[in-house]
């Protein structure tokens, strides 16, 4: 057997095997040395291809494919630094817990660390923020090494999968000649292997759950309390507002939604659901009336940083974070109990083994409900002028259609969502890159997320569009539905609600970093409509004429970041206020 049906043979049962064991799609980005997957992956009938030449681009549009569909990701580069590009993806999948499978391509070893071009270091290469790397051997053809590829191609989508899935690495060393020859025969399948077809399953694994011991030590340490408080984080198991939902209500017990915990819309009951928490929280007096017997947390730390401040001043109080397998999130440092166990299981045995409706306060949920009344209420209100920038967010949840997603960029659009996003029997699914925060990789997250057909709108920062505005050629290249709601407040709009707004002399060049752009030039550049609105009502014509077509749609508000920190401020006094006066 020659080197090209060697070469052929091994990367085709490798892919072959991806395929059987889920995987349907390859984001791959242009190079030499990846020749060999790249044609390959082409070439499956089972895979979905997607080409994209900025490897940075490319990382971010498989992680928000793989958060919008949960299955795992392959991204494919050449080496060199075209691999390092894909780092800051690999870190916000790492801390968001979403499934990729990092595949590059390398130099033999006799080419590395002799001054051969393009080659780095590339073991290793992601550290600690990968949950398995392997280096792969060179291609071989015998039947054992036709096994060995599928074994670990099976293995890399396990691994991207078990538990809190994450990203898988394997490193591929490719001699010259790199192209394989399609026209052999059986290439999909190993030589001289026998039950080949029967082994695409890697491993059977469970879900984690409460014993009946563990389960009643939990329910006994919740008796005799009256103030219990649910919390959902952000989390994108789309059945855990039902439970949630059904235990909050036979208990009595407020629920505090993230906006990202996508228990906010959707057909389950929403009576104790508490969505404008963070803007009362803001107030230490209110904070002080709301104080807990214990707090039960589904998903991460919500966004929210008054609850954070909240959690700090009550870390007395027993607190118990669900995680569906294992980790450890919990920033406050307050003494916590973790419960590793599936979320909804242990929502419905809580359901079966704890009466607890008639030891609760009453009172108690009937004081959040009051308060998120009255934020409802102002958060509702209209300035009367033009566009502020909750009031586009607002407008943005009135007219989203029903199954679809949003994707909010950090900084200040994620913090309006959690403010500006009421409850919905909409079925819209809210994502952000929360992992790390940044705010790099927006446009493209969106643009993997709306891979799927479903609709799309992106809401995004000037400096988060600008940031990666090469995201955009994925509308372009693939046709794809996505509409972003761009507000332009000329800068970092965040800094000015913090106490470096203060220093006026260095604030507008290292803060407020405006960049003087019209932005209309960006999407007409990658085929795509803009527009630009002033006011509420225009706002929402403009996101229903996007609704009710195809492609790329820019719609843009502008807004003075001075103005928006007072109107913001003057809705939670107005808040505060009101709560002080009738509780106070």
Not at 553 to 566: G, Q, S
Request: proline share 5%; glycine share 8%.
């Amino acid at each position: 057997m020659d080197h090209t049906e060697t070469l052929t043979r091994y990367t085709a049962n490798f892919v072959d095997e991806l395929t059987k064991s889920g995987v349907m799609d390859v984001v791959i980005s242009p190079g030499s040395r990846s020749t060999p997957l790249a044609l390959t992956f082409t070439e499956h009938p089972a895979m979905k291809e997607w080409v994209l030449v900025d490897e940075r681009s490319a990382a971010f549009f498989a992680l928000g494919m793989a958060k919008q569909t949960g299955r795992p990701v392959v991204l494919v580069c050449t080496s060199g630094t075209a691999a390092a590009n894909y780092f800051p993806a690999v870190v916000e999948a790492h801390y968001s817990r979403i499934p990729l499978i990092v595949l590059t391509a390398d130099r033999p070893h006799e080419l590395r660390d002799v001054g051969a071009p393009q080659a780095i270091e590339q073991i290793n290469l992601y550290g600690e923020y990968v949950k398995w790397f392997h280096e792969m051997a060179l291609p071989e053809a015998t039947p054992q090494m036709l096994q060995y590829v599928r074994n670990n191609a099976a293995r890399a989508v396990y691994m991207a999968g078990e538990g809190n899935p994450g990203v898988v690495h394997l490193n591929f060393p490719f001699r010259e000649p790199l192209t394989p020859d399609f026209t052999i025969e059986n290439i999909w399948e190993p030589v001289g292997v026998e039950n080949w077809e029967q082994s695409s399953t890697f491993a059977y694994d469970g879900l984690k759950q409460l014993n009946a011991y563990q389960l009643q030590l939990l329910v006994k340490k919740l008796e005799n309390q009256e103030r219990g408080l649910i919390v959902c984080g952000p989390q994108t198991d789309k059945n855990l507002a039902e439970a949630v939902s059904e235990l909050a209500r036979e208990w009595g017990v407020p629920v505090l939604a993230d906006p990202l915990s996508q228990v906010r819309a959707g057909g389950h009951s929403i009576d104790h659901i508490i969505e404008g928490y963070d803007a009362f929280l803001r107030n230490k007096t209110i904070r002080g009336l709301l104080k807990p017997d214990f707090i039960i947390r589904f998903g991460a730390m919500p966004v929210s940083k008054p609850f954070l401040f909240y959690m700090k001043e009550n870390n007395d109080v027993m607190q118990f974070v669900v995680e569906k397998h294992a980790g450890y999130r919990e920033p406050t440092g307050n003494t916590t109990e973790f419960i590793f166990s599936d979320p909804v299981n242990l929502c419905e045995d809580l359901l079966a083994v704890a009466d607890f409706e008639e030891e609760f306060d009453a009172e108690w949920l009937k004081y959040w409900q009051g308060m998120n009344h009255i934020a409802k209420k102002h958060l509702q209100g209209s300035s009367g002028e033009s566009i502020t920038e909750g009031e586009a967010i607002r407008s943005l949840f009135n007219v989203t259609p029903n199954d679809s997603y949003v994707y909010a960029a950090n900084s200040m659009p994620i913090r309006d969502v959690d403010s500006f996003m009421m409850t919905t029997k909409n079925q819209v699914t809210v994502l952000a890159n929360r992992g790390a925060n940044g705010i790099d990789g927006l446009i493209s997250s969106g643009m993997g997320a709306a891979a799927s057909g479903k609709p799309v709108t992106i809401v995004a920062g000037d400096l988060s569009f600008y940031h990666d505005m090469n995201g955009l050629l994925a509308a372009k290249q693939y046709n794809l539905n996505v509409t972003i709601l761009l507000i332009n407040n000329n800068g970092g709009g965040i800094f000015s609600f913090l106490p470096q707004s203060n220093d006026k002399k260095h604030f507008e060049t290292l803060f407020g970093t405006p960049l003087e752009m019209d932005f209309r030039y960006a999407a007409f550049m990658y085929g795509g409509k803009y527009g630009v609105a002033r006011t509420e009502g225009e706002l929402k014509e403009l996101l229903l004429t996007s609704y009710n077509q195809e492609g790329l749609h820019v719609v843009e508000i502008k807004t003075d970041r001075k103005e928006n920190v007072t109107w913001h401020r003057q809705i939670w006094s107005a808040i505060e206020r009101e709560i002080l006066e009738r509780w106070g």
